[in-house]
């Protein structure tokens, strides 16, 4: 008994000894944690100059991402601490990250922080006595003439000031950054196109050959690339808070007339404020669409009976698209564009080898060209085309040099982003071609297109999406409407379509 009393003690005593060692190491663990700093960094946004919208940002607030920088001050009695001096903080992997360590303790006790973005190693102008420490920063910040991108958040210059706070068992240090620039966004008007035809939606075409030029008080204006806001469709050029611009621009807008106007933007827009200039009202234009209408390059449309224009991109030969189409893109259901000129150079193969099975295309629900049913589905059998790899069917290469080939030319012809891709067309979208190659001709000739066949190309033959028979697609020619191209050994010629 003895004994089990003196083991039953030695357990005691050593369950208090492990109890006493865990509440010192929780004593020593809340230290360490609290002698740590905790940092998190907002954006306070950018505020209407209009009383009345000051509840309203514009829509911009900075998304910090991997790899920003922001410098850090501590200032305690009018000096600057020494380990918190122009402290370089690293947004990594979602949390902001000092290049050297910053304890809290006792001297720090007091102590204002204060935060800039963006960081500068050489910063030379803060004022350790100032109310303001960033003033000469602001007074003398650089904007510069491009804003695309990237490169408009690296001079939206922020600044922000806060004391550390013990939450629980971290010091915590909640910076609020506030922009010190001024921002000018300018709205230009769209061109709505109303289509008289049945079943059209309406179509906007937004304005080209955009350019704007600026200048402060009595400095001369220089061009400037602002910062483009794709939700918003507006333009942002960041200014100096409480300054005099005189801003210019130029554009075309989506009925093709060349637009100029002048925007004296006025003192009364604050640092983090900003003033919407709206230029113009949109345009409303009733339109007809008929085949032999033009395409431009910009989604604007001109009548086939109108001037030729510039930009022209293509020729409308149907009017109203395809059930797949308005699938891919609900609101491309107005018509179909053909190319100006084929794919240049000599005729070009589809692939390098063959299919033997008869029945191989059927599995990805492609149509013989005499199948009943068939009709024009350019768009849908390129997708089925494009999608199948090489070697997918018995091991062999069928389609290469067609995805290669049309690969190429959409990377080499950027669309409208109100359109399909370019896609080739079937069978039956040639044959509707051809029946209009007298008008599409015509139109082709003003533009310095490519007729479709004439004389001097009467031996052209274009590729078509559709299948022939297992190894072969229709090569489409007037006088021979279904020839057979052999995917392995014919050669042919690539035109391209697309859908709005």
Same mark, same amino acid.
Request: glycine share 8%; aromatic share 12%; with cysteine.
């Given at each position: 008994?003895?004994?089990?009393?003196?083991?039953?003690?030695?357990?005691?005593?050593?369950?208090?000894?492990?109890?006493?060692?865990?509440?010192?190491?929780?004593?020593?663990?809340?230290?360490?944690?609290?002698?740590?700093?905790?940092?998190?960094?907002?954006?306070?946004?950018?505020?209407?100059?209009?009383?009345?919208?000051?509840?309203?940002?514009?829509?911009?607030?900075?998304?910090?991402?991997?790899?920003?920088?922001?410098?850090?001050?501590?200032?305690?009695?009018?000096?600057?601490?020494?380990?918190?001096?122009?402290?370089?903080?690293?947004?990594?992997?979602?949390?902001?990250?000092?290049?050297?360590?910053?304890?809290?303790?006792?001297?720090?006790?007091?102590?204002?922080?204060?935060?800039?973005?963006?960081?500068?190693?050489?910063?030379?102008?803060?004022?350790?006595?100032?109310?303001?420490?960033?003033?000469?920063?602001?007074?003398?910040?650089?904007?510069?003439?491009?804003?695309?991108?990237?490169?408009?958040?690296?001079?939206?210059?922020?600044?922000?000031?806060?004391?550390?706070?013990?939450?629980?068992?971290?010091?915590?240090?909640?910076?609020?950054?506030?922009?010190?620039?001024?921002?000018?966004?300018?709205?230009?008007?769209?061109?709505?196109?109303?289509?008289?035809?049945?079943?059209?939606?309406?179509?906007?075409?937004?304005?080209?050959?955009?350019?704007?030029?600026?200048?402060?008080?009595?400095?001369?204006?220089?061009?400037?690339?602002?910062?483009?806001?794709?939700?918003?469709?507006?333009?942002?050029?960041?200014?100096?808070?409480?300054?005099?611009?005189?801003?210019?621009?130029?554009?075309?807008?989506?009925?093709?007339?060349?637009?100029?106007?002048?925007?004296?933007?006025?003192?009364?827009?604050?640092?983090?404020?900003?003033?919407?200039?709206?230029?113009?009202?949109?345009?409303?234009?009733?339109?007809?669409?008929?085949?032999?209408?033009?395409?431009?390059?910009?989604?604007?449309?001109?009548?086939?009976?109108?001037?030729?224009?510039?930009?022209?991109?293509?020729?409308?030969?149907?009017?109203?698209?395809?059930?797949?189409?308005?699938?891919?893109?609900?609101?491309?259901?107005?018509?179909?564009?053909?190319?100006?000129?084929?794919?240049?150079?000599?005729? !070009?193969?589809? &692939? %390098?080898?063959?299919?033997?099975?008869?029945?191989? #295309?059927?599995?990805?629900?492609? +149509?013989?060209? $005499? @199948?009943?049913?068939?009709?024009?589905?350019?768009?849908?059998?390129?997708?089925?085309?494009?999608?199948?790899?090489?070697?997918?069917?018995?091991?062999?290469?069928?389609?290469?040099?067609?995805?290669?080939?049309?690969?190429?030319?959409?990377?080499?012809? !950027?669309?409208? &982003? %109100?359109?399909?891709?370019?896609?080739?067309?079937? #069978?039956?979208?040639?044959?509707? +071609?051809?029946? $209009? @190659?007298?008008?599409?001709?015509?139109?082709?000739?003003?533009?310095?297109?490519?007729?479709?066949?004439?004389?001097?190309?009467?031996?052209?033959?274009?590729?078509?999406?559709?299948?022939?028979?297992?190894?072969?697609?229709?090569?489409?020619?007037?006088?021979?409407?279904?020839?057979?191209?052999?995917?392995?050994?014919?050669?042919? #010629?690539?035109?391209?379509?697309?859908?709005?």
């Amino acid at each position: 008994m003895k004994q089990n009393r003196l083991i039953q003690n030695i357990i005691l005593l050593i369950g208090c000894l492990l109890l006493n060692s865990c509440y010192q190491n929780e004593e020593y663990m809340q230290t360490v944690q609290q002698n740590h700093l905790l940092i998190d960094i907002k954006d306070s946004g950018i505020y209407s100059n209009e009383p009345i919208s000051r509840a309203n940002t514009v829509g911009y607030t900075t998304t910090f991402s991997e790899g920003d920088k922001i410098g850090l001050y501590a200032v305690k009695n009018g000096e600057i601490l020494p380990d918190v001096n122009n402290v370089c903080l690293s947004y990594t992997e979602g949390k902001w990250v000092a290049n050297s360590s910053i304890s809290y303790s006792e001297d720090k006790v007091g102590a204002i922080y204060y935060a800039y973005y963006p960081y500068d190693q050489a910063l030379s102008t803060f004022n350790k006595t100032s109310t303001d420490p960033f003033e000469a920063l602001v007074s003398s910040w650089e904007i510069g003439n491009d804003l695309t991108g990237d490169i408009y958040t690296g001079k939206d210059l922020m600044t922000g000031f806060a004391n550390a706070k013990l939450e629980g068992r971290n010091y915590t240090l909640d910076l609020t950054l506030g922009h010190r620039m001024s921002l000018a966004v300018i709205k230009l008007p769209t061109t709505t196109y109303n289509f008289t035809n049945a079943g059209m939606s309406s179509y906007n075409v937004s304005p080209q050959n955009i350019s704007f030029t600026i200048g402060k008080d009595s400095e001369s204006e220089a061009p400037i690339l602002p910062y483009y806001d794709i939700t918003s469709d507006t333009y942002r050029i960041l200014i100096h808070p409480n300054t005099a611009y005189t801003l210019k621009g130029k554009f075309t807008n989506g009925a093709n007339a060349n637009k100029s106007y002048t925007i004296n933007i006025g003192t009364d827009i604050d640092k983090a404020q900003y003033a919407q200039y709206i230029v113009d009202q949109p345009e409303i234009i009733n339109y007809t669409l008929n085949i032999g209408d033009y395409y431009c390059a910009d989604g604007s449309l001109v009548s086939k009976d109108g001037p030729a224009p510039s930009n022209c991109i293509g020729v409308v030969y149907q009017v109203g698209t395809t059930d797949a189409i308005k699938n891919d893109y609900p609101s491309c259901n107005h018509g179909l564009v053909y190319a100006l000129k084929r794919v240049e150079g000599d005729p !070009i193969k589809w &692939s %390098t080898s063959k299919p033997s099975s008869t029945n191989w #295309y059927e599995k990805y629900g492609m +149509l013989l060209y $005499n @199948a009943t049913g068939v009709d024009i589905q350019g768009y849908e059998e390129t997708k089925t085309w494009m999608d199948i790899e090489t070697g997918e069917v018995e091991g062999v290469d069928i389609n290469s040099i067609m995805k290669s080939t049309l690969n190429d030319y959409r990377q080499n012809f !950027i669309l409208p &982003s %109100t359109t399909t891709d370019w896609y080739l067309p079937s #069978y039956k979208e040639l044959d509707a +071609l051809n029946n $209009n @190659a007298t008008i599409l001709n015509t139109q082709f000739s003003k533009v310095n297109g490519e007729a479709l066949w004439t004389s001097a190309t009467k031996d052209i033959s274009y590729w078509s999406t559709t299948i022939r028979r297992q190894d072969a697609v229709v090569q489409y020619h007037p006088d021979n409407k279904t020839k057979a191209g052999y995917i392995r050994d014919s050669s042919g #010629y690539y035109r391209y379509s697309f859908g709005f």
